[in-house]
Each structure stands twice: as C-alpha cells, then as structure tokens.
C-alpha cells in the first residue's frame, strides 16, 4: 500500500499533467486576496524614494553629533513633508518617522538618546554614520518585478500591489470544485434526521476546506447508495474540473462509488493509502475531471483533503504545491497505536512552552469531529512506529486553518 508521501507526490504529477494552460480573471485589489498573480507586477519608483528616516529624532551630520556635543535644532521636518536645503555644518533638524532625511545630513539620532534645551539639542550617544536611514532605492529599484506569477496573494503580498499602485491585475482563475456527498443515511443539514440518519457536515467542511485551499466550491445534493443516482450525480460533478466525493468508498456492500466511476470511464492512480484514518482514499481521473473519493467519517474526510486535495488545488490555481507543512514536538503524554499505518490523530501542539510540545487528544475514532475542534493540529505517528514513550520527538502536522 502507497505511504501517503508517495500518494501525495502521485497526486502533484498528475495534477501537473492535468493542469494544461490556466485561465486567468482580471481582478481588482479588493477581490484578489487567496487568488494566484498571473502577472508580474513592478515596482513605479524606488522604495524607499527617498532616504527615509526610521525614527523620530534628530537629523545630523554623522561627524558633529559626537558623545556630549550640542547642535542647533533649525527646524522639523514631518512624515510627507521635504526640506530642499541641505543641512548647516553645526545644525540639527526634528525630524519624524517616514519623512525625508535633508541633504548633507548621514544619519538619525533617536529623540530617547537626546536632551533639549531651547534650540540646543545635546547627543548622549556617539553616532554612526548611515544609522535610523534606509537609503533610497535599497528595497527596490524603480521598473523592477515586485510579485511574479505563480504567487498567492495574502495580505504582505497585496500589501506590495497597493503600494506600487497595482490596483487591478491578472490572476488565475480558481479551479471549480464539485462536493458530491454520498450514503442512505445523510440529510440536508436544514432537515430533521430520523433517529439514524445523520445531518451532512461533510458538505459543509469540504466546502470550506475548498476555500480556504482556494478553490471554489459547487456543492451538489447528497447521492444515496445507488448505481443510479450515484451515476448522475457524479454526471454533474464530472463537469467541473475537480470532483470530491465524501463515502462510499470502503469494503461494505452499499461502498459503490469507486465500481460506478469506473464504469464511467475512470482510471485510477491509486485506491488506497498506509493512513489511519483515510485508507480507503481514491485518487484518479475520470474524462477530464480529477476525481478524490474520500472516506466519509468526517474526520477522515477532513484529514484526507489536507493530505491529497491541497497540493492539486495549488497546481490548479497556477501556484506551486505547497510542502506538507510538519513541524517537530515533544511528545507529553506516551502513545500506543496498531502499527502498519500512519496515525494522523487529533493533538494539541503548545507554542508556550520553551520547547514546543504535543499530546493527542482523547477521540471516539474518525467520526469524532468535536474531537477536532479542540486540536490545532494532527500528530503523525509513522507507520512502523507502535509505541511512542513521552518525551520523545514527534512529527505534528498543523491544521491548515488553525496554525
Ligand atoms: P462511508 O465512508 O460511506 O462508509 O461513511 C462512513 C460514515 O461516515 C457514515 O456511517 C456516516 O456516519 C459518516 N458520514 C458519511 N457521509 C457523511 C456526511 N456527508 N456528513 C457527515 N457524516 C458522514
Ligand atoms: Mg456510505
């Protein structure tokens, strides 16, 4: 059985092969947050422009504002405004956070290191040339790529367009995301179930796993366990370009989906995976869809998704696939789990501690969802690991919207 790293990377080749040319929208700023640059972007000036102050202090001549001298303040100079003389031998000038260091002057005293008295200003500190100024042009030069393409944009990245004056650009579209929940037993979450029906959460978590992984969700109506209505309900999703589907792919009698997709055409690139839970996941293509069938313990789905679905949507959005993000923790609390699968279980990672440290938490299994609202993250116990004693290094993978 495939390890899920090597699930993973079948999923990005593939996902790759499938990507072909992506279309691109025209958004403005305020819409392009979580959507991938299609464009570059480049910078319309120098940053900074001008040799720009990084404290509130005094601007000086470098060599004049020794330890003990006194200088003259001749005036102030604030954030946005410009002073075009250059600066007096034995002068000072007030000058605020942001604004213009004045010419002939090679450095900021920070106002803490200063006494006034009048118009004298006395230094408590030697000065270094260069000191509290960033040069004009040092973070960038004018006509020089900002943002490439291929990049997300979160908020540093808008931050960048807005201050070049980007305020519209080409992005690539977000790949549609079919959600197509399966089994007898699921009602619409705006309905009373009977006492052994459930309500469908998977619906609602895929949704918002989609976007937050930046796809866009199209959820359709729950199939129940029938050749028919499976087959035209995964119709409708084939006709987006992802298709995710929640259940029916175990071992039990009504587990239909993997048998109806392919007599739907599909191939499969595997159908099961080293993981608990998850084992059961599906990964293929059927006509020009990329096909996930998920497990249905929510869990399970949700555990799934960040594992295999995240790095197809990255291709499909036009960016590169994320790395799994795992992080290194002190176990607190000693684990004993079946070995031969890898263990992805509810934890909670503490950031406080000197050294960060992890503990599962206690769950009833994959169907166990409020389990996971109390965890930040899954601990991963490798598959050839049985028993793990407290104190030992464990890896944790974070949850993608908590951590
Ligand atoms: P399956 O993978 O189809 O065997 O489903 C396993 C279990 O997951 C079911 O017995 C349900 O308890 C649960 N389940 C399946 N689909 C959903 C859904 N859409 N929402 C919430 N729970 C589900
Ligand atoms: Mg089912």
Redesign the pocket.
Known sequence: MLSFEDARQLVITQSKNHSGIRPTVYLPISEALGYVLAQEIRTDREYPPFNRSTRDGYAVRAGEATLGASLRCVGEIKAGDTVSAPLDSGACIQIMTGAAVPPCSDAVVMIEFTRRTDDTITFDRSTQQAQNIVPRGSEARAGEIALSPGLRLGFAELAVAAQVGAVSFRCYKKPRVAIL???D??VPINETPGPFQ??????V?LGAQIQIAGGEPVPLV?AL?RVDDLSEKIEQGLREEVLVL?????M?K??LVESVLKGMGAEFYFDAVAIRPGK?TVFGRCRNTLVFGL????V??MVTFQLFVIPALDILNGAEPRSLPQLEATLTEPLKEKSGLAHFLPARLDWQASAPQVRALRWQG??DISALTRANCFLVVPADRAEIPAGEKVSVLPRSDVL
């Open positions: 929940s399966t089994g037993e699921v459930i309500r469908n959460s998977n619906t978590s729950n366990d929640s259940g029916g792919v175990s039990g009504y587990d059961p497990p249905g313990n929510p399970s789905t994959s169907g």
